[in-house]
């Protein structure tokens, strides 16, 4: 009898974590500071309607492959979802996001991450990555679309739209059929 209290008293425990892990990714988007590009000033990102959070960096050339597409997707969305752009690190100042910015006519809020806490608490690794946001948390994080099949090798017709598939199924209230993906890119140096 003994042994079966401790067992439930584990599996309680465990509940408890995993829905504390499960709740801390819901509720990180808001938690980091970010510095606003713009205005250069600390922000910190809300979720008052969906929110399309793109991990870019001006040098990539995969970044700047697919402005195109984001920019497409921003003006198709961007009265439903918001539209993010996180430069991690300090590699690039603000100068440097905005010439990115002004070349490629990138018209979404733009903002740097210089210590990493918000691409850490998203696990992003590569650029350009992405996660979709709604007040429920995380609902899709990944690839854009399966344009590339490894670094280097492009598929010469995109037979996935991940993020654009994720974005109109949460804007129909529908399940979202893929949650998760593997972006390939160009690799985020977190030190």
Do not use: W
């Not at 829905?19 to 819901?26: G, H, L, M």
């Amino acid at each position: 009898m003994h042994t079966l209290s401790i067992l439930r008293f584990l599996l309680i425990c465990f509940f408890a974590l995993t829905s504390y892990s499960i709740s801390a990714q819901k509720n990180n988007l808001g938690k980091q500071l970010l510095i606003d590009v713009s205005t250069e000033l600390p922000h910190r990102i809300e979720v008052n309607k969906p929110v399309a959070v793109i991990f870019l960096s001006p040098e990539c050339p995969l970044c700047q492959n697919y402005t195109q597409t984001i920019n497409q997707l921003h003006q198709q969305y961007n009265q439903q979802i918001e539209f993010i752009g996180i430069f991690p690190g300090k590699a690039y100042g603000s100068a440097d996001i905005k010439q990115f910015a002004a070349k490629y006519k990138i018209a979404m809020a733009l903002y740097q991450d210089p210590n990493f806490q918000f691409t850490r608490a998203l696990e992003a690794t590569v650029t350009p990555s992405v996660a979709l946001y709604d007040k429920g948390g995380l609902q899709y994080f990944g690839a854009i679309d399966n344009a590339l099949r490894e670094l280097g090798k492009k598929r010469v017709v995109v037979t996935e739209l991940y993020l654009q598939d994720a974005i109109a199924s949460l804007l129909q209230n529908k399940p979202i059929s893929v949650k998760k993906t593997v972006a390939k890119g160009c690799f985020i140096n977190t030190r």
